[in-house]
């Protein structure tokens, strides 16, 4: 089992940064290796794939948030983490954190089993 716990949300102004955290914690086996992403949900939309880091290390950034965004991974922490820079109100959203085993589209919610509780980040004008 992988327990998910994001912090680090809360509200800041346009152009503003946040760094989301999220503590990542397994239990029973530890055989499998997991794949860890990020993802948001605005009100009235669809859970979109913000980052992810592959089990080797690899990062994967969704295209629109490149040069904002930035995912990262302490292994010593079992931390992962999600810098954003220049936040507008349309990153405005609850982030969540997810964990996977063999995540082949690491953008599909429906790739990962464990999900945290998320943490809302707002971005006013």
């Known amino acids: 089992q992988v327990q998910l716990v994001e912090s680090g949300g809360g509200s800041v102004q346009v152009g503003g940064s946040l760094r989301l955290a999220c503590k990542v914690s397994v239990s029973g086996s530890r055989n499998n290796r997991y794949s860890v992403g990020w993802f948001r949900q605005a009100p009235g939309k669809e859970r979109e794939g913000v980052a992810a880091?592959?089990?080797?290390?690899?990062?994967k950034l969704s295209d629109s948030l490149k040069g904002r965004f930035t995912i990262s991974k302490d292994n010593a922490k079992n931390t992962l983490y999600l810098q954003m820079n220049s936040l507008r109100p349309d990153d405005t959203a609850m982030y969540y954190c997810a964990a996977g085993v063999y995540v082949a589209d690491f953008f599909q919610p429906s790739e990962y089993s464990y999900w945290g509780q998320g943490t809302q980040v707002t971005v006013s004008s």
């Open positions: 880091i592959d089990t080797d290390g690899s990062t």
